[in-house]
């Protein structure tokens, strides 16, 4: 280093010392708000899944600690087991559905497509809606047995056997709902898959034009290759959406505890507030477990994620 480029370094290190006092006053605030939104309240949660806890307003003086306890029963409570089955079935099936999708969607509005800010808004419209109305839309306009889109679509074509399937019964309402949520999340996803495809240079696709590359190769070995990162993004955001699904599975239930529809946490609400006459017992430290084994979970599929799909070598 020259004495011009140390003196300069000596200056700016000096600066910082005068700025120090001014650095923490800003700080602050921002780090209180993260512990008192963030911090506190993952580690009360943590603390609680230790304990037996008739509510969430029980003082500690009336939690009872039980360990390990409340993790082993819900391991061996059978209700439960089929609540993260179901999850991890609309996680891998749905997740499948919702990414192949939104990729083909992204991948022609980015190939230049006429149209390209309507055709993306339509798509992603269902985003906007409630998902309250969009779940009366599917139950009372898609899958009604009277008037149902599907009945009428499968008359027409004069698909009998296929018209009379009943959608929202036992045998088929898991798949009824889990179409249903991929038709909501395929416009949020389509939105992140474009992101990265708009952020690659058009020169690479002229290039592998020039040299004789068709739209599917450029696709395969362009597209696909330079969008790693985006799919890393997509699949910790649709695991975090997964974990919390909870609506679609109260809409699509007659009943809270639907061995069809049930989740860990619908299995967590009626742990904590009960279900009517059905749930005497409540237990705010058996939810809490239940939150703290869905974010450990969404905590490995990140670190899976990110060890299996490396980036780290692309440069666009």
């Not at 000096?14 to 120090?20: A, D, I, R, Y």
């Not at 889990?178 to 020169?203: D, K, Q």
Request: with cysteine; hydrophobic share 50%; proline share 3%.
């Amino acid at each position: 280093m020259t004495p011009s480029s140390v003196s300069s370094v000596q200056k700016g290190g000096n600066g910082l010392k005068k700025n120090k006092p001014m650095i923490v006053m800003f700080l602050t605030p921002a780090v209180l708000l993260f512990c008192i939104v963030f911090l506190y309240p993952i580690i009360r949660t943590l603390a609680m899944s230790f304990f037996h806890i008739e509510s969430l307003t029980a003082t500690m003086d009336d939690w009872t600690f039980v360990g390990i306890t409340n993790y082993v029963n819900l391991i061996n409570t059978s209700l439960f087991r089929t609540a993260c089955w179901n999850l991890f079935r609309i996680w891998l099936f749905g997740g499948i559905i919702v990414m192949a999708l939104s990729l083909l969607f992204a991948a022609i509005l980015g190939s230049g497509v006429r149209f390209k800010k309507f055709f993306r808004a339509i798509i992603y419209l269902p985003n906007i809606v409630s998902a309250v109305a969009l779940a009366t839309m599917w139950l009372q306009y898609v899958y009604s047995p009277q008037f149902g889109l599907i009945k009428h679509f499968f008359e027409f074509f004069h698909m009998d056997s296929l018209a009379k399937i009943q959608w929202l019964d036992n045998e088929h309402k898991f798949v009824a709902l889990l179409l249903a949520y991929c038709f909501g999340m395929v416009g949020y996803h389509m939105l992140i898959w474009l992101s990265g495809i708009e952020r690659i240079s058009p020169e690479y696709f002229e290039a592998a034009t020039i040299d004789g590359a068709n739209k599917l190769q450029q696709f395969r070995y362009i597209t696909i290759p330079l969008l790693k990162g985006v799919f890393k993004t997509n699949i910790t955001m649709w695991s975090v959406t997964a974990s919390g699904f909870f609506v679609w599975s109260q809409l699509f239930s007659t009943v809270t505890a639907d061995t069809q529809t049930i989740v860990p946490i619908t299995y967590l609400y009626v742990k904590l507030f009960g279900a009517g006459n059905t749930v005497t017992e409540r237990d705010a430290g058996v939810g809490a477990a239940i939150g703290v084994m869905l974010a450990v979970c969404i905590v490995l599929i990140f670190t899976i994620t990110n060890k299996v799909i490396k980036d780290d070598d692309l440069e666009f």
